[in-house]
């Protein structure tokens, strides 16, 4: 089946310099297509199956992050109190090493080897020049088999500005400290950071110019995405059974919401430095700037616009502040806490905030149903990790790493699973890959695949 066949058997409301893809209907779902064979990267219902990958940086307060117990009976350690209504949708793993992300004889560097690692599994080249050599990163290698069957091959977002060649860490270039995926060993892909480029990607159409064109005018015009798609929407809305048509309402809802909140953002021009660069159109509020990130992914899995993503919260290294939940130091200056309580303290907080985002993300998630009756969340796989554990000891072993999602009925969440000894956390790559039907026998430093997720 052809990829413009593919597509075309999806929704979309279109207008002038708008097409806006929707999620699927029951209403008008052919039959046929219901009852072919699964394609690649879906369950065994047939709906779409997702897989994300989110970076927080900077490791964790190891003390109070680990959780009390092993099985399905664990406690919530007092960092991961935020996901307490989400424990059935997770499960928390102890005993991951990237052993490439270890000194060894290259020195210092462990922040952009972190970065450089996490999906990859791979010893990053010690450059801070053109030749940079690294490896293909999980999603990547994903999106290489399955991203023909939706719009975009793959999703990269982030929430820091876009760096691809200087040196960044002790010699290593940007270009692995500022990048997830990574097509090949020699081409990272960069992400967006503006969630506006984000929305005007996945709803606008034409070229990145005649988007930019479209914008223009309807700001000139005051008006929104959803005002050059009314006509078609109000046709589609009259083809839908009651239960899609309040899907459709509530899905454009939501659309009109997101495009308010960004348009709130673009109103303060400049926003105040950070610590980190900000351009235009990037909401002042890191904790709104994720959530926005976290929208545009939920709306592209939703579309089924990709089924692949990788969102970098900050680079490992990052020495971003916080001081609207009273931390007014910066991220890494506390990181190289040398066991000072008051230190500890307040990257404790540092990684709750993140966890509170990743909490809200997984409620987004589970809030919208999927194809075949289920959440998004039910469907997916969602890792969230850092490429430290103890920062200032920099610690590549026991990695912090949750596992959202149930991947359809493939995963087995709602436990800590403790692996007893060091494990290549591309073992739990290789599985992953298996599931969304990519069989491979290694992946980076992998030495098998996790036999049970």
Same mark, same amino acid.
């Given at each position: 089946?052809?990829?413009n066949r ?76 935020p996901?307490?209504g989400?424990?059935?949708? *997770? ?15 290259d ?72 990048n ?16 506006? @480029?984000? *929305? ?24 929104s995405? @959803? ?12 083809r ?45 509020d ?11 992914l ?26 609207d ?14 066991? $000072?309580? $008051? ?12 966890? $509170? ?5 997984l ?7 999927? +194809?075949?009756?289920?959440? @998004? ?35 087995t969440?709602g ?14 790559y ?11 026998? $290694? *992946?980076g430093?992998? +030495? ?6």
């Amino acid at each position: 089946m052809s990829l413009n066949r593919r597509l075309n058997r999806r929704h979309f409301l279109q207008g002038a310099g708008a097409c806006i893809a929707l999620p699927s209907f029951i209403s008008l779902a052919p039959k046929r297509v219901l009852a072919a064979a699964p394609a690649p990267a879906t369950t065994a219902s047939g709906a779409p199956l997702r897989m994300a990958f989110l970076y927080f940086p900077n490791g964790v307060n190891v003390d109070k992050w680990r959780p009390q117990g092993e099985g399905t009976e664990f406690g919530l350690s007092e960092t991961m109190q935020p996901l307490a209504g989400y424990k059935k949708d *997770f499960q928390v793993f102890s005993g991951f090493e990237h052993k490439n992300g270890w000194a060894g004889p290259d020195g210092a560097g462990d922040h952009a080897r972190a970065n450089a690692t996490i999906l990859t599994g791979a010893r990053p080249k010690k450059t801070a020049g053109s030749d940079i050599r690294l490896g293909i990163s999980v999603d990547q290698m994903a999106a290489q088999h399955v991203g023909g069957w939706t719009r975009f091959p793959s999703l990269e977002l982030s929430c820091d500005g876009v760096r691809k060649s200087g040196s960044c860490d002790s010699g290593y270039s940007c270009a692995y400290q500022f990048n997830l995926a990574w097509r090949s060993e020699t081409t990272p892909l960069a992400p967006e950071q503006n969630p506006r @480029l984000v *929305f005007e990607r996945l709803f606008g159409s034409g070229s990145k110019e005649e988007r930019k064109a479209e914008f223009q005018k309807r700001q000139s015009q005051q008006r929104s995405i @959803l005002d050059f798609v009314r006509d078609d929407a109000q046709r589609l809305h009259g083809r839908l059974g009651r239960s899609d048509q309040q899907k459709l309402d509530e899905y454009l809802t939501g659309v009109r919401e997101i495009e308010r909140r960004i348009e709130q953002a673009e109103k303060f021009g400049e926003a105040p430095d950070p610590g980190v660069p900000a351009p235009d159109g990037i909401p002042d509020d890191y904790r709104e700037h994720i959530r926005l990130m976290y929208d545009m992914l939920l709306l592209a899995f939703q579309t089924d616009s990709t089924r692949i993503a990788s969102f970098l919260l900050a680079h490992d290294g990052s020495n971003r502040n916080f001081k609207d939940i009273g931390v007014p130091e910066g991220h890494h200056e506390l990181s190289h806490h040398k066991r $000072e309580k $008051e230190k500890l303290e307040k990257i404790a907080k540092i990684d709750r905030f993140y966890v $509170e985002q990743f909490a809200y993300f997984l409620e987004r998630m589970r809030s919208v149903q999927d +194809t075949d009756g289920r959440s @998004l969340l039910e469907n997916s796989m969602i890792v969230y990790a850092s490429g430290l554990s103890d920062p200032d000891r920099h610690q590549h072993d026991d990695l912090p790493v949750i596992v959202a999602g149930h991947g359809g009925g493939a995963l087995t969440p709602g436990r800590h699973v403790n692996l007893g000894e060091d494990t290549p956390m591309t073992n739990l790559y290789v599985r992953m890959l298996d599931e969304m039907g990519v069989h491979v026998d $290694e *992946f980076g430093d992998s +030495t098998g695949r996790l036999a049970t997720i």
